[in-house]
């Protein structure tokens, strides 16, 4: 009988984490500062705690986990590694698709990989207190259980939309003991003209974002940071246990390499995470096809320019090179929250214009088709972001299929969706319908960048 699940020990769980960095071929381009000039770290300073910001800037290959992080981690981690053979049977394919199950964590998805990583930095250095935004929820949650456990206070600004959808995800935050508020908020600079301009605004990550950087500026005790859920260099390096782990697991059920590595992109962490282990054998000459996949509501890797942006609508973060729909894009409510951020990493924007990795975008109605498929056949509910990931492998195991070869796919499963319900119900009642932005609403928020250095695209080609 072929097996389901590939388990680690807790003493085989990654000591150390991957940091892309060291083997791009192209180097990154430096975040620079909103009049273009080099970057003060001085600025950083009063967001970011220093050991983070070294993190963040480092270019070491292999950055040591510590001791007392793995302890954490270890009350979910090793995630298993588990092969979908249900759904192969189902589809017929003569590929093996397996998953990295991130919805074992105790928030029900991979951003506590992060969480805890950085709570126990902030505390090390001294903060007490840290901000945040969150999308759908899930990293709001995810950073309130870790700051519980570390010993911080947390405060999470909540896009307004999912905060009105999800309302457990902030009993959640509740319990966990961190405070929850929908973002825009009248608690904030930021969030007071927004409300101004546009009292019944969905909220977006990027207006929350900056509540919550304005909020940990205001601090008169200078106790408190802001704290990112991916797209950072740092938050991508943490979630490099992901991939870590899911290779060793791979070895276990006697798989020479994965051809095809796919996760869904929000910010790009969990992707990330799950990828850049195997982007590094592929820059060392290994033959694999590295899949994003983002929705056609929000499609900054498939339609957006690789450009100079800021991270937040507000522009208090410094100008990343990224591909972008521009900081002031506020995509339409679909369910996928998670998903719904105007731009993308810098590792993984760098990774596209080296052409390591193939972008795709999908719609939500083949999305959430592909994620009923799934839990009738694994039998899981998957969080809508996910199911990004999902429709990926089962368009991949059908190619796999049609060319009759014994492909090996492997996803991230990034989180459960049974917090999100409701977009299933819209979905199962006939409520949801495919949308793709319209080209002209890209060129209007892109007109924003025009004043911004241009990034080079670098591409050498050289891997
Ligand atoms: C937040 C989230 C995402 C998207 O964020 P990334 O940083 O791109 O990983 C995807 N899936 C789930 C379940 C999430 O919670």
Same mark, same amino acid.
């Given at each position: 009988?072929?097996?389901?699940?590939?388990?680690?020990?807790?003493?085989?769980?990654?000591?150390?984490?991957y940091?892309?960095?060291?083997?791009?071929?192209?180097?990154?381009?430096?975040?620079?500062?909103?009049?273009?000039?080099?970057?003060?770290?001085?600025?950083?300073e009063?967001?970011?705690?220093?050991?983070?910001?070294?993190?963040?800037?480092?270019?070491?290959?292999?950055i040591?986990?510590?001791?007392?992080?793995?302890?954490?981690?270890?009350?979910w981690?090793?995630?298993?590694?588990?092969?979908?053979?249900?759904?192969?049977?189902?589809?017929?394919?003569?590929?093996?698709?397996?998953?990295?199950?991130?919805?074992?964590?105790?928030?029900?998805?991979?951003?506590?990989?992060?969480?805890?990583?950085?709570?126990?930095?902030?505390?090390?250095?001294?903060?007490k207190?840290?901000?945040?935004?969150?999308?759908?929820?899930?990293?709001?949650?995810?950073?309130?259980?870790?700051?519980?456990?570390?010993?911080?206070?947390?405060?999470?600004?909540?896009?307004?939309i999912?905060?009105?959808?999800?309302?457990?995800?902030?009993?959640?935050?509740?319990?966990?003991?961190?405070e929850?508020?929908?973002?825009?908020?009248?608690?904030?600079?930021?969030?007071r003209?927004?409300?101004?301009?546009?009292?019944?605004?969905?909220?977006?990550?990027?207006i929350?974002?900056?509540? +919550?950087?304005?909020d940990?500026?205001?601090?008169?005790?200078?106790?408190?940071?802001?704290?990112?859920?991916?797209?950072?260099?740092?938050?991508l390096?943490?979630q490099?246990?992901?991939?870590?782990?899911?290779?060793?697991?791979?070895?276990l059920?006697?798989?020479?390499?994965?051809d095809?590595?796919?996760?869904c992109?929000?910010?790009?962490?969990?992707?990330?995470?799950?990828?850049?282990?195997?982007?590094?054998?592929k820059?060392?000459?290994?033959k694999?096809?590295?899949?994003?996949?983002?929705?056609?509501?929000?499609?900054?890797?498939?339609?957006?320019?690789?450009a100079?942006?800021?991270?937040?609508? +507000?522009?208090?973060?410094p100008?990343?090179?990224?591909y972008?729909?521009?900081?002031?894009?506020?995509?339409?409510?679909?369910? +996928?929250?998670?998903?719904?951020?105007?731009?993308?990493?810098?590792?993984?924007?760098?990774?596209?214009?080296?052409?390591?990795?193939?972008?795709?975008?999908?719609?939500?109605?083949?999305?959430?088709?592909?994620?009923?498929?799934?839990?009738?056949?694994?039998?899981?509910?998957?969080?809508?972001?996910?199911?990004?990931?999902?429709?990926?492998?089962?368009?991949?195991?059908?190619k796999?299929?049609?060319?009759?070869?014994?492909?090996?796919?492997?996803?991230?499963?990034?989180?459960?969706?049974?917090?999100?319900?409701?977009?299933?119900?819209?979905?199962?009642?006939?409520?949801?319908?495919?949308?793709?932005?319209?080209?002209?609403?890209?060129?209007?928020?892109?007109?924003?960048?025009?004043?911004?250095?241009?990034?080079k695209?670098?591409?050498?080609?050289?891997w």
């Amino acid at each position: 009988m072929p097996k389901h699940k590939f388990l680690l020990e807790e003493k085989d769980i990654p000591r150390k984490w991957y940091n892309l960095a060291a083997d791009l071929p192209s180097p990154m381009q430096p975040p620079l500062a909103p009049d273009g000039s080099p970057l003060n770290p001085a600025m950083l300073e009063r967001i970011f705690p220093g050991n983070i910001i070294e993190q963040e800037i480092s270019t070491q290959r292999w950055i040591d986990i510590p001791e007392e992080i793995l302890e954490i981690l270890t009350l979910w981690r090793p995630a298993p590694l588990r092969r979908a053979l249900a759904l192969e049977k189902y589809l017929k394919t003569p590929a093996r698709i397996y998953y990295k199950d991130e919805s074992t964590s105790p928030a029900g998805s991979h951003k506590p990989n992060t969480a805890v990583a950085q709570a126990w930095y902030n505390k090390k250095f001294g903060i007490k207190r840290l901000t945040t935004e969150t999308g759908a929820g899930q990293w709001g949650s995810a950073l309130a259980f870790a700051c519980n456990l570390i010993g911080l206070q947390c405060r999470v600004y909540m896009v307004r939309i999912s905060f009105d959808q999800k309302p457990m995800r902030k009993t959640m935050m509740q319990t966990w003991g961190a405070e929850c508020i929908a973002s825009p908020s009248t608690h904030t600079h930021a969030g007071r003209e927004v409300l101004k301009a546009m009292p019944h605004t969905p909220g977006s990550l990027g207006i929350a974002i900056s509540e +919550a950087v304005e909020d940990a500026l205001s601090d008169k005790s200078n106790k408190s940071r802001y704290s990112l859920g991916s797209v950072l260099n740092h938050v991508l390096l943490h979630q490099t246990i992901i991939g870590l782990e899911a290779k060793k697991q791979l070895k276990l059920a006697k798989e020479k390499k994965p051809d095809v590595v796919i996760g869904c992109v929000g910010g790009g962490s969990n992707f990330a995470g799950v990828a850049f282990p195997f982007v590094c054998d592929k820059i060392h000459g290994e033959k694999i096809q590295i899949i994003p996949v983002e929705p056609t509501a929000c499609p900054t890797l498939t339609k957006g320019p690789f450009a100079y942006d800021f991270g937040d609508i +507000a522009g208090l973060t410094p100008l990343l090179p990224m591909y972008t729909l521009g900081h002031k894009f506020v995509p339409e409510p679909i369910h +996928a929250g998670g998903l719904r951020y105007h731009g993308m990493a810098p590792l993984v924007s760098q990774a596209a214009v080296e052409g390591l990795i193939s972008p795709r975008a999908y719609d939500q109605v083949k999305c959430y088709e592909s994620a009923v498929i799934w839990a009738k056949t694994e039998g899981t509910i998957p969080a809508p972001e996910t199911s990004h990931a999902i429709a990926c492998a089962i368009d991949e195991a059908k190619k796999a299929k049609a060319e009759g070869k014994q492909k090996v796919i492997l996803f991230c499963y990034s989180g459960h969706g049974l917090m999100d319900l409701a977009g299933y119900d819209k979905f199962l009642t006939g409520k949801l319908s495919a949308y793709h932005l319209p080209g002209h609403k890209i060129q209007d928020s892109l007109c924003a960048l025009k004043k911004f250095p241009a990034a080079k695209k670098i591409k050498t080609g050289r891997w």
